[in-house]
């Protein structure tokens, strides 16, 4: 019904920046929210940003807020997470993924529909 793939990780220095995108199908695009999780090894998938289906608000979680900016293309069905002054701590698989909603969510179990995931890896 919905499908959602990521790309643009990579490996960086720590200070460098990094641009994710994530291309959606499936459903109407526009009227949903959308958000970025992320998964680091041994730790719990953790929210990191989320944005309305407007693109007018947007919500991040505190260790990323002022580095890191989500933002949409609804025209293209995309939604992208810049990162910027990228720490070793932000190392972690990232996931867009897609809530049975039309308003920000922050809890992984608010989302029905996740992208395969991209590696990020941040080097010291």
């Known amino acids: 019904q919905v499908q959602l793939v990521e790309s643009g990780g990579g490996l960086v220095q720590a200070g460098d920046s990094l641009r994710l995108s994530c291309a959606a199908s499936g459903r109407t695009f526009s009227i949903y929210a959308m958000g970025w999780f992320r998964q680091a090894p041994g730790k719990e998938r953790e929210f990191v940003a989320a944005?309305?289906?407007?693109?007018?608000?947007?919500y991040y979680a505190d260790s990323v807020k002022g580095r890191f900016t989500i933002s949409r293309d609804n025209a293209k069905n995309t939604v992208y997470l810049q990162m910027n002054s990228l720490k070793p701590e932000d190392t972690a698989v990232y996931y867009c993924a897609a809530p049975n909603a039309k308003y920000i969510v922050t809890t992984p179990g608010a989302y029905k529909y996740w992208g395969q995931g991209a590696q990020v890896t941040v080097s010291s």
């Open positions: 944005i309305t289906g407007s693109g007018t608000g947007t």
